[in-house]
């Protein structure tokens, strides 16, 4: 049977299914030492792809944002769906604009390769603080189910749905930090990063 044909989608209207299919699909077993590195440099690939996406997100670096997704790229969030690169880029101009940055972490990625190792679905859960204009603080987490396509070489995602299940509300430490000891110099990453470091 080919694995292609039944790839769990990244698109779906249930909230579990995909994360616990994508778990439980096979992955492609090849006969070749080359296959099954080339498998590991592929699931590296799509590793970092996710990792490129948040750092650029974070940053607020919309053009590096939407190197990560196909020009036909479908995007689902909680609000609404996006298709296209010029929909996607909108949706995220808005959401940079409206904070100083944020910090995503992805965990518990499961990657399942079709049979010619250029298309793949991806689960993830994601971790996020956001730091809004005025320096409050919240955080929310979620899954992200991804049908990532390696286009001339590289890997994009061409479909993303993103769900956000927990927010909570943080604020900057409130208690004054105690006497550091006496520093080598007084340079700080303050002084690296100005004004968009939030402590």
Known sequence: MSADKKLPQALSHDMWQPLIETANFPRVI???????????????????????????????????????????????????????????RINYAH????????????????????????????????????????????????TYIDRVKKITGDWQIAERRITANIFYVMTPYPDPWPPLPTPTRQEGTRDWFGTTYVR
């Open 30 to 88: 090849h006969t070749s030492v080359e296959q099954r590195l080339q498998r590991l440099e592929d699931e590296n690939a799509i590793r970092d792809l996710l990792v490129k996406y948040c750092y650029a997100y974070d940053s607020g670096n919309l053009d590096e944002v939407m190197t990560t997704f196909s020009e036909d790229c479908v995007l689902v969030n909680p609000r609404a769906t996006f298709v296209g690169e010029a929909a996607i």
């Open 95 to 142: 959401l940079i604009s409206t904070r100083r940055y944020s910090f995503h972490h992805v965990s518990n990625a499961t990657i399942r390769l079709n049979e010619q190792s250029d298309e793949a679905t991806v689960t993830s859960y994601w971790s996020d603080k956001h730091v809004g204009k005025s320096g409050s603080i919240d955080g929310s987490d979620g």
